[in-house]
């Protein structure tokens, strides 16, 4: 029998950061590459990141979006076009200023995001209303050379996501379609991972550089910092002004056109991991999960054969689900039980001799390691169930440590007594108001679409409110 050191040593409530980096290097999830804040994302991962592609693809076309791609490198009087723009990302441009031995004439970045590279080739295409709206989405990689430690899928260097951008003839239609994205993505969230996020606008301070407002989705993490998971951009007539992204309306007089821009990135793939995963290793929601059953014979002599073959019969028998059957025979059952279990795969299947007089299996959930015997016959609907119960479980109990992560105060001395929450408050409009909470080392974080105002009186100065908020600390 090989021996390794499976398992983790760290705990997920004493030492977060620690527990983390073991989850993902142990589950196979990622490994480090030569590159200072890049990563490598192993199949693992990346299964989950093509099941939210199939998903956002799907939704994308049903509203008239279309998958294109342009340039990763992007010439700096285009990046410089729109100042509020190149002022917001400028820190964090990769510049390319050599090929070969030859200087550049004029430097390339590496693209941070792709509003200049794309707004630049929309200004040759639009000319009428009736070539509008436009809807362009892409699938790439960017490059933000952040300076605070990167931390592997949550902040890297390098992240792959997706990037919509629309053009439309009215501000009305830029709004809603603001909205729809960031609901479409909240779905993504809540009914693929599994994860409830808060929903809101960013502040004048916190919002995309070059945007009318920013809408955005955050979620809390089981150290209860706060991580922007999505984001969706009305732009206005901003860059549309500085690229010339004008057409003709019906009355024949020329107009700026209304924009926006919208994103989802790997970074989810992080926030699932920091979420599901437990003390023993990872645990994937069923439905982005790439092995969703685990079928493990247990040998005994003269009985393998006869194991072997039920257990693919059983394979053949749960062909919609993702099924792996791990026939190694230099690893005790034992063994594969504990990688299984590290790796996260939502339901085991044990079958041996006494299964097989019993015309049965042993199924073991992942979530709360509870086990039962279902009869072969009754063997799909019952994994089924099964699986779909997990993923409701799972959103249940991520649930309640999102909700017990809230607390509702009233004054800002509460601030200092309830350490490490996320704070929910009703706060005026004064940016002074939000500057004090900056200075306690606290964000910002949103300003809530849901909630109605509970205090008439902002918790920072005592004057009116205007939102409720939710503040606390950030990645």
Known sequence: MKKTDIGLTNKKKENFSGWYTEVIKKAKLMDYSSVSGGIVILPNAYFVWQKIQDFLNKEFKKIGVKNAYFPSLIPE????????????????????TEAGKTRLSERLAIRPTSE???????????????????????????????????????????????????????????????????????????????????????????????????????AILPNKKVIQAATSHNLGQN????????????????????????????????????????????????????????????????????ILNVAKKVKDKLKEFEVFVDDREDYSAGWK????????????????????KNKEVLAVRRDNLKKEKIKISKLNSRVKYLLDDIQKELFKRAKKDFLDSIKRINSFNEIKTKENFVFEVCLCNKISCEKKVNNQGLKVLILSLDKNIFNNNCFVCGEKSSFVAYIGKSY
């Open 77 to 96: 009087s285009l990046l410089k076009k729109e100042k509020q723009h190149i002022k917001g990302f400028e820190p964090e441009v990769a510049w390319v």
């Open 116 to 218: 200049t590279i794309m707004y630049d080739s929309f200004s040759k295409w639009i000319r009428s209303y009736k070539d509008l709206p436009l809807k362009i989405n892409q699938w790439n990689n960017v490059v933000r050379w952040e300076f605070k430690h990167p931390i592997p899928f949550l902040r890297t260097r390098e992240f792959l996501w997706q990037e919509g951008h629309s053009v439309f003839s009215s501000k009305e239609e830029a709004d809603k379609e603001v909205l729809e994205i960031i609901n479409l993505y909240e779905r993504v969230y809540n009914e693929l991972l599994a994860i409830p996020v808060l929903r809101g606008k960013k502040t004048e301070n916190e919002k995309f550089a070059g945007a009318d407002y920013t809408l955005s989705l955050e």
């Open 239 to 306: 860059f549309s002004k500085a690229f010339d992204i004008v057409f003709l309306d019906k009355n024949e007089k020329e107009e700026n056109a209304w924009q926006t821009s919208w994103g989802f990135s790997t970074r989810s793939l992080g926030i699932m991991i920091a979420t599901h995963a437990d003390d023993k290793g990872m645990i994937f929601p069923p439905k982005v999960a790439p092995i969703q059953v685990v079928i493990i014979p247990i040998f005994f002599e003269g009985y393998k054969n006869k």
């Open 337 to 356: 039980f504990n990688e299984w279990e590290l790796k996260g795969i939502p339901l085991r299947i044990e079958i041996g001799p006494n299964e097989i």
